[in-house]
């Protein structure tokens, strides 16, 4: 009975009867479960393949099984993922490996998306105008001084220069450092979301996809906040920034479709341009109050809506309507604007958008289940 026991729950230690370690087995306040060699090692095990799979439930990506697994026991293992070892002989230090990857993804993504935010400046004023974003270098507009390096460091400098020229001190806007900050908060905002709802595997297919779906995300980030600030100055979404972003994300979602063997998301991203597009079309021939920009841009958004997933395109969308329409309605009453006048459209679909693919699936639970639907 004994050796019938430790064959069933052995830990891959020696077997013989008279081993000090079979006559723990023996001596454990619950033999069948094992000795204290052997029991924190199955419960960590077990613990990490259930917080795995709690993570990807959040995911609409990942299978169905994942939904087996009762939220209750999900969040407490979140919570306290190693209690199980009080005895302190099995502690394992890299219990968790997503926290140690998120804080340095988080640093990275913080640094590189200040430096971003720089780009993201001389892209909001170039591109309307029509110039170069590369040539020529950035210069003061009053003493057309070359900015140097070392004043060009993001939001560092401009407090250190203290908002002035260095040469002859004309004011810098705030504008400059405040679109630096933005881009790089919007950035780890993006990676931590990433990184909790999706945490990169250790195989390579999927750590691939992974990245490119980062790299799609952050790309569109980063033109999230161009267009929206360049709609709001010139009411207009350049052609030279809409375009190439088709290519952009329509490529990295789909190569990252392919490595993860989702073929059905990438279907659903084409859907979502094409549902968008047709969609905003037929508002534009209706109403006039879109323009042709909008239409553009509702085709790149739905592609990572649509790869996201259906409740995130239809909440994506709702919600720019939403938050659009209660905005003219506050600045029609306030008298700011005139009825005919109209908006810039660009940042409220923008901002929907990012409202679906953060929050689309509690909304459309939460909608379905408040209407009775489920
Ligand atoms: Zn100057």
């Given at each position: 009975?004994?050796?019938?026991?430790?064959?069933?729950?052995?830990?891959?230690?020696?077997?013989?009867?008279?081993?000090?370690?079979?006559?723990?087995?023996?001596?454990?306040?619950?033999?069948?479960?094992?000795?204290?060699?052997?029991?924190?090692?199955?419960?960590?095990?077990?613990?990490?393949?259930?917080?795995?799979?709690?993570?990807?439930?959040r995911h609409p990506?990942?299978?169905?099984?994942?939904?087996?697994?009762?939220?209750?026991?999900?969040?407490?293992?979140?919570?306290?993922?190693?209690?199980?070892?009080?005895?302190?002989?099995?502690?394992?230090?890299?219990?968790?490996?997503?926290?140690?990857?998120?804080?340095?993804?988080?640093?990275?993504?913080?640094?590189?998306?200040?430096?971003?935010?720089?780009?993201?400046?001389?892209?909001?004023?170039?591109?309307?105008?029509?110039?170069?974003?590369?040539?020529?270098?950035?210069?003061?507009?009053?003493?057309?001084?070359?900015?140097?390096?070392?004043?060009?460091?993001?939001?560092?400098?401009?407090?250190?220069?203290?908002?002035?020229?260095?040469?002859?001190?004309?004011?810098?806007?705030?504008?400059?450092?405040?679109?630096?900050?933005a881009?790089?908060v919007f950035w780890v905002a993006v990676t931590t979301w990433m990184?909790m709802a999706?945490?990169?595997?250790?195989?390579?297919?999927?750590?691939?996809?992974?990245?490119?779906?980062?790299?799609a995300l952050l790309?569109v980030a980063t033109i999230s906040i161009?267009l929206a600030?360049?709609d709001?100055?010139?009411?207009?979404?350049?052609?030279?920034?809409?375009?190439?972003?088709?290519?952009?994300v329509?490529?990295?979602?789909?190569?990252?479709?392919?490595?993860?063997?989702?073929?059905?998301?990438?279907?659903?991203a084409?859907?979502g341009a094409?549902i968008l597009?047709?969609a905003y079309?037929?508002?534009?021939?209706?109403?006039?109050?879109?323009?042709?920009?909008d239409?553009?841009l509702a085709?790149v958004l739905g592609l990572v809506l649509g790869w996201f997933g259906w409740q995130q395109l239809i909440v994506g969308a709702g919600a720019a309507f939403l938050l659009g329409g209660v905005f003219s309605?506050v600045?029609?009453?306030?008298?700011?604007?005139?009825?005919?006048?109209?908006i810039p459209f660009g940042p409220w679909m923008i901002a929907g958008a990012w409202i679906g693919i953060f929050a689309g699936v509690p909304i459309a639970d939460t909608y379905l289940?408040l209407?009775?639907?489920?």
């Amino acid at each position: 009975m004994q050796r019938r026991v430790h064959e069933l729950r052995d830990c891959g230690r020696e077997r013989e009867p008279q081993d000090p370690h079979h006559q723990r087995h023996a001596r454990a306040e619950v033999p069948w479960l094992g000795c204290e060699h052997c029991l924190p090692q199955r419960l960590q095990r077990r613990d990490r393949s259930r917080l795995r799979q709690g993570l990807r439930l959040r995911h609409p990506l990942q299978d169905q099984r994942a939904a087996e697994v009762p939220q209750a026991d999900v969040d407490h293992l979140q919570r306290e993922p190693v209690r199980h070892h009080q005895d302190g002989l099995h502690r394992d230090r890299s219990a968790d490996p997503v926290i140690p990857f998120l804080l340095l993804a988080v640093v990275l993504t913080a640094v590189l998306g200040l430096a971003v935010g720089s780009f993201t400046n001389v892209v909001v004023y170039r591109v309307p105008a029509g110039l170069s974003v590369v040539h020529p270098r950035s210069a003061c507009p009053r003493c057309s001084t070359p900015i140097a390096a070392r004043d060009n460091v993001p939001v560092l400098s401009w407090l250190l220069l203290r908002a002035k020229c260095r040469t002859c001190a004309l004011p810098i806007s705030a504008r400059y450092p405040l679109v630096e900050l933005a881009v790089g908060v919007f950035w780890v905002a993006v990676t931590t979301w990433m990184v909790m709802a999706q945490p990169p595997l250790a195989e390579p297919g999927p750590a691939a996809a992974f990245m490119l779906q980062l790299t799609a995300l952050l790309y569109v980030a980063t033109i999230s906040i161009a267009l929206a600030l360049i709609d709001i100055d010139t009411k207009t979404l350049p052609d030279r920034i809409v375009w190439p972003s088709y290519a952009v994300v329509g490529v990295l979602l789909a190569a990252a479709g392919v490595l993860n063997g989702d073929l059905e998301a990438v279907a659903r991203a084409a859907a979502g341009a094409g549902i968008l597009v047709g969609a905003y079309f037929i508002l534009l021939m209706v109403s006039g109050g879109m323009g042709l920009g909008d239409v553009k841009l509702a085709g790149v958004l739905g592609l990572v809506l649509g790869w996201f997933g259906w409740q995130q395109l239809i909440v994506g969308a709702g919600a720019a309507f939403l938050l659009g329409g209660v905005f003219s309605i506050v600045l029609i009453a306030l008298g700011r604007v005139k009825r005919k006048q109209g908006i810039p459209f660009g940042p409220w679909m923008i901002a929907g958008a990012w409202i679906g693919i953060f929050a689309g699936v509690p909304i459309a639970d939460t909608y379905l289940s408040l209407v009775g639907l489920r």
